[in-house]
């Protein structure tokens, strides 16, 4: 059996701002993990908008908790991420997590047109990375495609990764879409399907007043595959 490891960009895709609405509006999730058939664990994830120093933020938390243990092999996974957007983009992110025994931390922020960040991992390392503001189109938490506008449609941009601290060139195209029933609500969600160099998958979406609800995603990357399905949703 492959070693089971969830990619954590799972954790920034699951929820992410769309156009800005009125303040106040508040989402929270709660989705399961699969891997291999099997639940091995969950993700809680807030995001609220409200005005702070007369500008509408968007303010983003989220927990995850994944045990997958296997026949021949282990896994486990703790961590916490938090970010906040404004109209033109994420301002700040940080995601703090504890990969079988391992600590890693990524903190980054925007500041006079340049996103820097600084990912520390294993053993110590620690390095910093800088992005020019027109080195990039979006960033993960920016959820770009929302802003493709029916079926077959296919956009590609160039994505600030924040997991892997790079920018990579990622297509998406909505490909259909299905009517679903999540929590007893039978309502319509887009299917998108993205992939760049080092990940694809397909995610079904539909927006909302706050930013985009997902009713399931399934993926794949260099280090395994993975399935999140909702689990509970309080609008």
């Keep these: 059996m492959r070693p089971f490891r969830l990619p954590l960009l799972i954790l920034i895709l699951l929820q992410a701002p769309s156009a800005f609405a009125v303040s106040g509006f508040s989402n929270e999730s709660q989705l399961a993990v699969y891997s291999h058939g099997f639940k091995v664990g969950e993700i809680s994830s807030r995001y609220i908008r409200r005005e702070e120093a007369g500008e509408e933020l968007l303010l983003y938390t989220s927990h995850t908790r994944i045990n997958a243990g296997f026949l021949v092999t282990s896994y486990t996974l703790e961590g916490d991420e938090e970010a906040r957007i404004g109209p033109e983009g994420t301002r700040s992110y940080r995601k703090e997590w504890r990969e ?12 006079a047109g340049v996103f820097r960040c600084v ?6 390392t620690r390095r910093t990375f800088t992005f020019p503001r027109e080195s990039y189109d979006f960033t993960t938490m920016d959820c770009p495609e929302l802003r493709i506008r029916g079926e077959g449609e296919l956009l590609t941009v160039r994505l600030l990764d924040l997991e892997t601290c790079e920018v990579v060139t990622r297509s998406y195209r909505w490909v259909r879409t299905e009517r679903l029933t999540v929590n007893g609500a039978t309502e319509l969600f887009r299917v998108v399907e993205f992939h760049d160099k080092n990940k694809g998958g397909t995610r079904w979406i539909a927006p909302d007043k706050v930013g985009v609800r997902i009713a399931r995603q399934d993926g794949t ?7 999140v399905r909702a689990m509970d949703h309080v609008r």
């Design 119 to 124: 990912s520390s991992g294993a053993g110590g």
């Design 221 to 227: 990357s260099r280090k395994g595959g993975y399935s």
């Design 100 to 111: 079988n025994g391992e600590r890693h931390l990524v903190d980054g922020v925007f500041d």
